[in-house]
């Protein structure tokens, strides 16, 4: 019988400063260019995502305020 497989998506586990860079560290000492372009795009995802979520957190509306009336 065959394994399910799910998908798994690296920038959830890199949503801090110490954690992309230790993962581009460990790129880096490969010394495969083509892993270590991989690996900085993953980077550049996860700290892009990092942003998003603070911009919106940041930008939500009160809880308390009734919406407009139209």
């Known amino acids: 019988m065959a394994e399910k497989l799910t998908a798994f998506d690296p920038t959830e586990l890199l949503d ?5 860079t230790y ?4 790129a880096f000492e490969t010394g495969d260019p083509s ?3 991989h690996a900085i795009g993953i980077v550049e995802r996860a700290a892009g995502k990092n942003r998003l979520a603070s911009i919106t957190a940041s930008r939500s509306p009160p809880q308390n ?6």
Not at 16 to 20: K, P, V, W
Not at 23 to 26: A, Q, S
């Open 65 to 70: 305020r009734k919406p407009p009336r139209t």
């Open 35 to 37: 892993y270590i372009a």
């Open 16 to 20: 801090c400063t110490e954690a992309r």
């Open 23 to 26: 993962f581009l560290n460990d």
